[in-house]
């Protein structure tokens, strides 16, 4: 192999075994004393919200947009859910749903599947 071939290779080599040793360095230095002090604690783990009973706050608003639920019963929030609900009803009084018709009963056995024929 000439040099004209293989100096291209040899520079490819060398900067993959330089950025190799590099990152081998960076991963095992010691973090010095004065940032881990200045590093923040982490984070304390989201507590999940505690579950709401809906028969105990029927008709109360419950506010979700702090990620918690938040019961609301000012006459303010009473009065936006009874408008709420009035434009549901209004929405839905003409909606009507047809009746399921029941399936046949079958009073004789149907016979099973008649086997294929065989193959010659």
Do not use: C, Y
């Given at each position: 192999?000439?040099?004209?071939?293989?100096?291209?290779?040899?520079?490819?080599?060398?900067?993959?075994?330089?950025?190799?040793?590099?990152?081998?360095?960076?991963?095992?230095?010691?973090?010095?004393?004065?940032?881990?002090?200045?590093?923040?604690?982490?984070?304390a783990p989201?507590k999940t919200a505690?579950?709401?009973?809906?028969?105990?706050?029927d008709g109360a608003?419950?506010?979700?947009s702090?990620?918690?639920p938040?019961?609301?019963?000012?006459?303010?929030?009473?009065?936006?859910?009874?408008?709420?609900?009035?434009a549901?009803?209004?929405?839905t009084?003409?909606?009507?749903?047809q009746p399921?018709?029941?399936?046949?009963?079958?009073?004789?056995?149907?016979?099973?599947?008649?086997?294929?024929?065989?193959?010659?």
């Amino acid at each position: 192999m000439t040099w004209r071939r293989l100096w291209p290779w040899l520079l490819v080599l060398g900067v993959a075994l330089w950025f190799g040793w590099r990152t081998l360095r960076r991963q095992t230095a010691a973090v010095p004393a004065a940032a881990a002090a200045a590093r923040p604690a982490p984070a304390a783990p989201a507590k999940t919200a505690a579950p709401v009973n809906l028969l105990e706050h029927d008709g109360a608003a419950i506010d979700f947009s702090s990620g918690r639920p938040v019961v609301k019963n000012t006459p303010a929030d009473r009065a936006a859910v009874a408008r709420e609900v009035q434009a549901m009803d209004a929405a839905t009084k003409d909606v009507t749903f047809q009746p399921v018709a029941a399936p046949a009963t079958q009073t004789q056995a149907t016979p099973p599947p008649a086997a294929p024929p065989a193959k010659p």
